[in-house]
C-alpha cells in the first residue's frame, strides 16, 4: 500500500466461526483491506480495538459476554478513528435503531452481498 491509498485495517467481530472464516477469505482477496484481528464476543472486540487501532469494526449483535450493541457504544465513545459496520441476522427496525444509537456507522444484514459489504467497508474508511 502506498502513502496515498494506505490499507484499510479491519477487526471482525462474530461468535460463529464459520462467519469469521468467510469474513476473512473475502477481504483477503482485497488487497486494499487488512484484517487485523478476529474477536468472539464484544469485550474481545474491545480489547482489540484498543491494541490494534483498526480502520473498521465488522461487528455482530447477538454475542456472548458482550454482546455487539454494547461494544459499538463503548468503541464509537472511546476509539473516535474506528468506524462499526454492524453485520447481523437481526432486521428487526429496534435492532438496527440500537446500534445507530450506539454509534454504528452501518448496519447491514448478513445477507448482504459482498459488495455491499465491501462498499460499506470503502464508505465508512473515507
Known amino acids: 500500500m502506498s502513502k496515498d491509498n494506505p ?12 462467519v469469521r472464516k468467510s469474513l ?5 482477496l482485497q488487497p486494499r483491506l487488512k484484517l487485523v484481528a478476529e474477536a468472539e464476543n464484544g469485550s474481545e ?11 473498521v469494526v465488522l461487528m455482530d449483535i447477538s454475542m456472548p459476554v458482550m454482546n455487539g450493541i454494547e461494544a459499538t457504544r463503548i ?3 472511546r476509539f473516535l478513528g474506528t468506524k462499526v459496520i454492524v453485520l447481523t441476522a ?5 435492532y438496527l435503531n440500537s446500534a445507530y444509537q450506539a454509534g454504528a456507522s452501518r448496519c447491514l444484514a448478513k445477507t448482504c452481498g459482498s ?4 462498499k460499506a467497508i470503502m ?4
Do not use: N, Q
Open 75 to 77: 468503541i464509537s465513545t
Open 24 to 28: 476473512r477469505r473475502l477481504l483477503k
Open 123 to 126: 464508505d465508512c474508511s473515507l
Open 115 to 118: 459488495e455491499e459489504l465491501l
Open 90 to 94: 437481526h432486521t428487526d427496525e429496534c
Open 7 to 18: 490499507a484499510i485495517r479491519i477487526v471482525i467481530t462474530d461468535d460463529h466461526a464459520f
Open 45 to 55: 472486540a474491545v480489547a482489540l480495538v484498543e491494541k490494534h487501532r483498526p480502520d
